[in-house]
């Protein structure tokens, strides 16, 4: 088991297009695609009909023609909705839907017509939308599915669908376990450009439309990116996403001013500094005019900021935003802002509290084009925390989410942890901000109310063979993608369509893996930190078990455990104050020793270890039982695995 087959197949993930091997099948989808034309002509139109010809070529074993007409066979039509007449009787398309879709959004729909060309039609509203419905269609395919009766209307959920590289130009990622960066190396930009075409096909499949290609915390050399220097080489990687529908970012130094050796400060209200920035974003607008815009980490683990100046956040990332509105760019601009040196034995601090704190006040005080990046929890990315109180809170100013595809606090894909069950809650959490209905996905898309939105989370991809480190990890990268575009779409529904693209379609493969996947993140939960206790891993590289690992330590993230009780009191009444943060009835819940949730007991309140859980057991108890029950879970994960050998060409999944 393993060899070249393995590493080939782990490299597509989920555009594997294997042959299909049943003849009947071969001979209908060669029916319907055997050739190929366009009605519209664009680069990303042209990355549509080459993922067809390679997709179909390999999926039924014949060349797809590009053609000019059809003749009397059948083809794929692709179009973006201005350049076909959508009103011939014989298409049959309901235009009135049509119209409402988003810029993004696609039809496809088989059309057997006598007097114009038949076969299956793929319109976009924009050629996004055809690259979109390109990849659903392929999709279907190598699910074996019918495409004789297609009628599918799809559009995404949110506006922006980003991805974050923590990568260093060095060549090494933040928080990455998956190799070297794909993108840099020894301070360069790699030369090859492959790996990152087979990424944007990747990306664009799952339906992302946004980039940034630079880690948040941006070093010296980096800085450099916005100079001379750097610039052609990210308009390189920029004109290669541009031709899969992803715009790019960078991250940028707050001090670049500075940094670069050109001005004393970077208070955002000194005018030498507004000018600096304006003369660098038309720099970089003259060379790249379709660059998406800035992300910026700001005060916050010792990166540069306003505070600096004593400015307030708006302040500093409205003088960016300025300088980007004039070409449409965005400035994406982090909350993740607290005291990192934090003195262990003051408990009246609380670093849950800080984006709250930091931000609130700054409500209807940011441009149009800043959209505020708020981390899903209010500390870091743990197995279980609650939703951001900040979410929904602002009720005047574009937010985005922030989630981690790399498990640096779950299992930093060495373990299985399988996010998409965590991330739906976090999306169907109701905040309440606006009475009933004010779910997370419904406050963040900027669809909803028309403003700037989406979501972005840090990749886990690397350059290693199979991009993912642990191959199971390549199913979060898919889950994410498929959430944004949807966050309705179920669980199961998401992990099946995983499945059966990465592995075909084999009932038992099916059964094994979704059951790992499935129960993943609870076990992972069980065996480290349960209650919503958190931060049980050791100091830096986060890889745990480590109980007091980071108890008396500056970073504010503490479980008080002493031989009387454990977890930290968020309360009004005795605590921190931290569940004021939110709206009711989510402040009582938390605020209530009996109403709170046992699954984040330990990050509202201080309870001894008799304290009994809803679950009728105590808190020492459950501790105990659920240690061992993961350990267990983990047991039955590899018995079932295992049952799969001679099955799954990769069964070694890891590098
Ligand atoms: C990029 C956590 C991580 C850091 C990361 C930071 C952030 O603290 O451990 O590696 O820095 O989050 O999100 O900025």
């Known amino acids: 088991i393993g060899g070249e087959e393995s590493l080939e197949e782990n490299y597509k993930c989920w555009l594997q297009y294997k042959s299909i091997n049943n003849k009947d099948l071969i001979q209908y989808y060669h029916y319907y695609c055997s050739q190929l034309l366009s009605r519209t002509n664009s680069k990303i139109i042209d990355s549509a009909i080459n993922e067809l010809q390679t997709g179909i070529t390999e999926m039924i074993g014949n060349k797809v023609d590009l053609k000019n007409n059809f003749g009397e066979k059948s083809g794929i039509i692709l ?125 664009a499949s799952i339906g992302i439309n946004a980039i940034s290609i630079n880690n948040v915390n941006v070093w010296d050399v980096e800085t450099k990116l916005i100079t001379k220097e750097y610039l052609y080489e990210v308009q390189k990687v920029v004109s290669l996403f541009r031709t899969y529908g992803i715009k790019t970012f960078l991250s940028v130094n707050y001090a670049s001013p500075i940094t670069l050796g050109e001005l004393e400060t970077a208070d955002p209200l000194d005018e030498d500094v507004q000018n600096w920035w304006q003369l660098k974003v038309s720099e970089i607008y003259n060379t790249i005019p379709d660059f998406g815009g800035f992300i910026v980490k700001a005060d916050s683990e010792g990166r540069p900021g306003p505070f600096s100046y004593n400015r307030n956040h708006a302040e500093g990332a409205n003088m960016l935003a300025k300088a980007l509105k004039k070409y449409d760019g965005i400035l994406i601009w982090r909350c993740f802002v607290y005291n990192h040196l934090q003195d262990w034995r003051d408990r009246k601090t609380d670093r849950a509290r800080a984006a709250y704190d930091n931000f609130i006040s700054l409500d209807g005080h940011f441009e149009n084009n800043v959209i505020l990046q708020v981390k899903n929890g209010p500390m870091d990315f743990q197995v279980r925390e609650p939703v951001s109180p900040l979410i929904g809170a602002m009720k005047e100013t574009n937010q985005m989410l922030e989630l981690q595809i790399t498990q640096e606090y779950t299992g930093q894909q060495i373990d299985v942890c399988y996010l998409i069950p965590q991330w739906k809650e976090i999306l169907n959490f109701e905040t309440y901000s606006n009475g009933e209905g004010s779910q997370v996905k419904n406050i963040i898309n900027g669809i909803n109310n028309n403003k700037q939105g989406g979501i972005a989370a840090v990749s886990n991809i690397g350059a290693d063979d199979n991009w993912t480190g642990n191959g199971l990890a390549q199913a979060n990268l898919y889950g994410y993608g498929r959430l944004l575009w ?14 059966n693209l990465t592995f075909g379609n084999d009932g038992d493969i099916n059964k094994q893996v979704k059951y790992i996947l499935l129960k993943s993140w609870q076990t992972y939960e069980n065996y480290t930190a349960p209650l919503g206790v958190g931060w049980m891993v050791n100091p830096h590289h986060h890889y745990g078990p480590n109980i007091d690992g980071y108890e008396y330590s500056a970073w504010g993230t503490y479980h008080f455990a002493d031989r009387q009780g454990i977890g930290v009191d968020r309360t009004e009444e005795t605590g921190t104050g931290f569940t004021s943060q939110y709206f009711q009835p989510n402040k009582r819940v938390y605020e209530s020793l009996h109403e709170c949730p046992d699954e984040l007991l330990l990050f509202f309140h201080h309870v001894p270890y008799s304290h009994i859980l809803h679950s009728g057991k105590t808190v020492i108890q459950h501790i105990y039982d659920t240690h061992f029950k993961g350990v267990d879970q983990v047991e039955e994960f590899i018995r079932r695995w295992s049952t799969l050998e001679g099955k799954i060409n990769n069964i070694n999944f890891s590098n």
Not at 486 to 496: A, R, W
């Open 486 to 499: 949807n966050p309705d779409l179920s669980t199961d529904m998401i992990t099946t369509e995983w499945i």
């Open 79 to 203: 179009s973006t909705a201005k350049d076909i007449d959508l009103a011939i009787s014989d298409y049959n398309i309901n235009n009135s839907i049509f119209s409402k879709l988003n810029d993004e959004g696609f039809l496809i729909k088989t059309i057997n017509s006598s007097k114009y060309e038949s076969g299956i039609l793929i319109v976009g509203k924009t050629d996004k939308g055809v690259l979109y419905g390109t990849f659903c269609l392929l999709h279907l395919i190598q699910k074996n599915e019918p495409i004789d009766d297609l009628e599918i209307y799809d559009q995404p959920e949110n506006k922006l669908r980003m991805i974050n590289q923590w990568d260093n130009i060095d060549g090494t990622i933040e928080r990455g376990y998956s190799g070297k960066s794909i993108f840099f190396k020894n301070n360069e930009f790699i030369k090859d450009k492959q790996r990152l075409i087979d990424y944007a096909r990747l990306l």
